[in-house]
């Protein structure tokens, strides 16, 4: 193998998702002679994005003042809130909690602002190289980090050097901003290797899904902000839905549930459409079209959750290190105030050195300090944490306990002596039929010769152990229909159909062996969402 | 010699393509948008011919708005050594693209223009033997193979009966059909070189252009939705529900 090509910048942001593109930027604007580079995975910036979104304009003030006159493509000032508990055919109005009142705030496209975000951070002279995925680490022969390699491309399902074979070359920068969202799999070796999450509980996740429609006329109304709880899920199931009315006859729906879930059988994908169905959600809907879906996992794991954010020669942001905060159901404001804070941070003393101090002293993780205890609350059950998340709320997080929060992969229950409850759902008939109907509208390429990018590291546990204890959960958890049991002469073989993936890392979290890998395939695969 | 090779913006070959309510064409807000495939395909060949020596320079053109320059630095990073765009907020039809490149190929002497076979958006396939005509030289169209051989060039075409091997003489026009190659992948650094290779603009006015429209597109309309199945006990009932439905 030849020598790697290599070429060296002052600053490697890994993701162009709002913490990275807010990274870059404000290290622009403070010191424009650095060469920053942003390595996007996805074929064009944004297209790997999915989010409600309902955004606090917050930090676009800061980072970009004069915003509002230049707006991103999809910004729709909130009008109004409401919140409804929903049983299969009833619903009810709740009190808006006030973590989730949004006067104030936009409902935006975070694709559609991620790519506006990008040309601003290519005005500035940022280098944005989106098709190009960051599969590895480079360290230095310190062992700090130093830059990332860029994956190979042309490689054949079985290893082999395609005629248009060519080699990933080695970015080379004393500072690497990982700012890759959820789960981001450099993110994970790291947090392994420097070993980040020592003091920290687990990470832990909830698994979103959405759909952008076009709706019948006069069905939308521009600036309606509905989140809905209880029915299709249990009590004991944490999740709901947001629908969120867009202009030009457009609503953004989706549906976001725990990855602590407990029933082996629970299909979240079938959840989401169940949702779709209740009358409330089907008038809305009937008649209209859909113009892009897909999911994406949600860190949800908070203060107690958060790791350590800084390693020699790297730091964490945004998602990647985890956030997001939960009752606000909101995560852009805080990735892009970490965004701009690691900036300002490696503007001012170029090193990454003092930068978990300074966030842990910021409003980023005041905020999640605030909020802690309210997403653990749940645990046991939709009532007991609904109550417990008012004390909190009204005490603004000032008692002086902190629950703690536990792993996802270690919640599904095994079949063996579970019983699942009683779920009313109803034979629905909006589209999408299935899982399969629905990734088409993802719009997801891979690449069918290359190597799979869903790495099993046991392989013989799928057809024994998983299939008596769990009865491979991943053929149900996959909002993309990535993973099938095919009968294989008598046994049943894992098939996994990884040209479907949409890159949630749903897989990767919630297997109950965590033995399923996800790493970057080819540069440029994955979904081409739009608008979401 | 010089190759010139013709690139399109188009949606995206992954992009699910949905008309616009109204019927007045094709959605394409927040749609990726790319190098028409068989542009790539184009510029592709064109590059391996420079590459084998058999060309010095080549050249990248599009007529379209400014957003028409992402693509033609697309082209310079595959490869190419310098753009042209030629500016026009309006959608050309293919005797009016032609018309554009025969006035650049006035400007540019080539000695072989290579163009996709069709644009993957309007599915025309007009503009290779368009631009032929007006510019008085040979063409060869849906080619799979090429090869170049001094003032002549050996072509392989593919056609109904099987592959048509043909000899022209250069100047001339090949449209490339899908088999002809498979495009490189771009190298990061090669990004960064294309911001630095010359891109010129050029406007209708400055080539003497007039573009006028031979066809006028009345609406868009969607495939018609596929309507719900249904499941049918034994051949008894698909008779009868066939019958119903006046299909028997």
Redesign the interface.
């Known amino acids: 193998m030849t020598a790697r090509e290599i070429m060296e910048y002052d600053v490697i942001v890994v993701g162009a998702g709002p913490a990275g593109l807010s990274c870059a930027i404000r290290l622009k604007q403070a010191k424009p002679e650095l060469m920053i580079a942003v390595i996007e995975k996805a074929s064009e910036v944004g297209a790997h994005i999915l989010s409600g979104a309902v955004i606090e304009p917050g930090p676009l003030d800061d980072l970009l003042p004069g915003w509002r006159d230049d707006p991103p493509p999809v910004c729709i000032p909130v009008e109004k809130d409401e919140i409804w508990l929903l049983s299969q055919k009833g619903k009810r109005r709740l009190p808006t909690p006030p973590q989730q009142k949004n006067h104030g705030n936009f409902i935006v496209s975070l694709g559609a602002m991620c790519a506006w975000l990008a040309s601003k951070a290519e005005a500035l002279e940022v280098d944005i190289f989106p098709g190009y995925a960051a599969a590895e680490i480079r360290f230095t022969p310190e062992g700090a980090v130093g830059g990332v390699i860029i994956g190979d491309m042309g490689i054949g399902r079985d290893g082999r050097q395609k005629d248009t074979y060519m080699q990933g070359i080695e970015i080379h920068a004393p500072i690497t901003i990982l700012s890759e969202g959820v789960r981001g799999h450099l993110s994970k070796q790291l947090i392994k290797k420097f070993d980040l999450d020592r003091d920290s509980d687990p990470q832990t996740y909830g698994i979103g899904m959405k759909e952008l429609w076009r709706v019948q006329p006069g069905k939308s109304k521009p600036g309606l902000v509905q989140h809905t709880a209880g029915w299709p899920l249990d009590g004991n199931t944490y999740g709901g839905s947001f629908i969120y009315h867009l202009d030009k006859d457009r609503i953004a729906i989706g549906f976001v549930c725990g990855l602590d879930y407990q029933d082996p059988e629970f299909v979240p994908f079938e959840a989401f459409q169940q949702m779709k169905n209740h009358p409330m959600v089907h008038e809305m809907l009937e008649g209209g079209e859909i113009l892009s879906s897909g999911a994406r996992a949600i860190v949800e794991g908070g203060y107690q959750s958060l790791p350590k954010t800084e390693m020699p020669g790297a730091l964490i942001i945004g998602d990647s290190a985890g956030t997001l905060n939960v009752p606000k159901i909101k995560g852009t404001h805080q990735a892009m105030r970490c965004g701009i804070l690691a900036a300002d941070h490696v503007a001012q003393t170029s090193a990454v050195e003092g930068f978990d101090a300074r966030l842990r002293d910021s409003e980023v993780v005041r905020e999640l300090y605030k909020v802690r205890n309210i997403r653990p609350a749940f645990y046991n059950g939709f009532w007991r944490g609904f109550i417990r998340a008012a004390i909190e709320t009204v005490t603004a997080g000032k008692l002086p306990t902190t629950l703690s929060v536990h792993a996802d992969d270690s919640s599904l229950q095994k079949l063996a002596g579970y019983t699942a409850p009683d779920r009313q759902w109803v034979d629905r008939d909006l589209p999408p039929r299935d899982r399969l109907a629905s990734v088409y509208f993802a719009a997801t390429e891979h690449d069918e010769d290359q190597p799979v990018h869903l790495q099993i590291l046991e392989p013989d546990i799928c057809s024994t152990r998983c299939v008596e204890e769990y009865n491979n959960p991943c053929t149900r958890f996959c909002p993309a229909h990535v993973y099938e049991m095919v009968e294989d002469g008598g046994s049943r073989q894992l098939q996994i159909n990884a040209a479907n993936c949409v890159h949630c890392k749903t897989c990767d979290i919630k297997d109950p062996y965590q033995i399923i890998n996800w790493v970057t395939p080819e540069g440029g695969s994955g979904p081409n969402y739009q608008n979401m | 010699m010089k190759i010139l090779v013709g690139i399109k913006r188009v949606v995206?070959y992954?992009?699910?393509i949905?008309v616009l309510?109204d019927g007045s064409g094709v959605?394409t807000?927040?749609?990726?948008m790319s190098v028409n495939p068989f542009d790539e395909i184009a510029l592709e060949e064109a590059l391996r011919i420079k590459e084998a020596g058999k060309a010095d320079e080549v050249i990248v053109v599009s007529a379209g708005g400014d957003e028409c320059q992402q693509q033609l630095r697309t082209g310079l990073a595959m490869g190419a050594d310098r753009a042209i765009q030629v500016q026009t907020s309006e959608a050309l039809q293919p005797l009016s693209v032609a018309r554009v490149f025969q006035k650049v190929i006035e400007r540019e002497d080539p000695g072989l223009v290579i163009l996709g076979k069709q644009a993957i958006d309007d599915d025309n396939s007009q503009t290779a033997q368009m631009l032929a005509a007006l510019w008085d030289r040979p063409q060869a169209t849906f080619a799979s193979s090429m090869e170049i051989n001094g003032e002549s060039a050996t072509i392989i075409r593919e056609v109904d009966a099987g592959l048509e091997t043909i000899e022209i003489d250069l100047p001339a026009v090949v449209s490339v059909d899908l088999r002809m190659n498979?495009?490189?992948?771009?190298?990061?650094?090669d990004?960064?070189k294309a911001k630095r290779k010359p891109l010129e603009v050029l406007s209708l006015e400055d080539l003497g252009v007039a573009v006028t429209d031979q066809i006028a597109v009345s609406h868009f309309t969607p495939p018609p939705q596929r309507e719900k199945g249904i499941i049918v006990e034994d051949t008894a009932q698909l008779v009868q529900e066939l019958k119903n439905r006046g299909l028997l």
């Open positions: 995206d992954n992009v699910r949905r309510p959605d807000d927040g749609v990726k498979e495009p490189r992948f771009v190298k990061l650094p990004i960064m």
